[in-house]
């Protein structure tokens, strides 16, 4: 399984963890505290768990005469003659996760390690302990839910700050600078451009010369 295969199986291991809680992504809990809380162990130490507990199952194979069997010399061959697929891009092969596995959990000499089936499983499962829930785990979901909605209320005031703002704003006319403005000399009504000034004088010159008596016309 590739890396991105890995994240996705966490991403729903979290999210089941997070409805079996009773919390969500808004509330802003951190993976970690989340399964502090819960005393459930990491699912990327769970999944190299089981790499180095089948790794050190097959280097113990060997025969009645103490010789490897088959399976344990395919894991260990080289194939000078194999190649990777061209566009297959970089990808790690099972040794390079074996060998970053044994390089997390701190494990020295994993060749006498693993002859002891005892030992070797004590020594993988000492990441993936399942611990006793947290004692006032409803205490601090409620103030981890407490302040998000605190938070989401302070976000929601902002918002509708800022929208009340930009609409009087947007609605209060530009003041005279003695250049030519988007106002109707009219009327007074206020355009977006002078574009809009003009489009809206043909109809409004009309409406005023029709009110305009006809003696004020006369000599």
């Known amino acids: 399984m590739n890396e991105k295969g890995e994240d996705q199986k966490n991403g729903k291991t979290m999210a089941c963890l997070r409805a079996l ?8 809990i951190s993976n970690e505290k989340l399964l502090e ?9 769970i999944m190299r768990r089981n790499r180095l507990r089948w790794f050190g199952h097959v280097n113990r194979m060997e025969d009645v005469e103490k010789k490897p ?6 894991m260990f061959s080289y194939f000078p003659d194999a190649r990777r697929p061209q566009n297959a891009g970089v990808r790690k092969r099972w040794e ?8 997390k959990f701190g494990i020295k000499n994993w060749r006498r390690e693993t002859m002891d089936k005892d030992k070797w499983r004590q ?7 399942i611990k006793p829930v947290h ?24 918002s509708s700050q ?15 600078t003695g250049v030519v403005t988007n106002i109707c000399p009219n009327c007074g009504q206020v355009c977006k451009n002078q574009r809009g000034v003009k489009i809206h004088r043909r109809t409004c010159d009309k409406k005023v010369v029709k009110q305009t008596p006809m003696s004020q016309g006369l000599v």
């Open 21 to 28: 809680v009773g919390v969500t992504l808004g509330d802003r």
């Open 37 to 45: 809380l819960s005393g459930q162990p990491n699912l990327e130490n």
């Open 69 to 74: 069997k088959l399976l344990k010399k395919v």
């Open 96 to 103: 390079d996760k074996i060998a970053d596995d044994i390089a």
């Open 123 to 129: 020594i993988i499962n000492k990441y993936v302990q």
């Open 135 to 158: 004692s006032n785990i409803q205490k601090l979901v409620h103030e981890y839910k407490e302040l998000a909605n605190r938070r989401r209320a302070e976000e929601l005031a902002r």
């Open 162 to 176: 800022d929208n009340t703002t930009s609409t009087v704003t947007s609605q209060t006319p530009p003041m005279s």
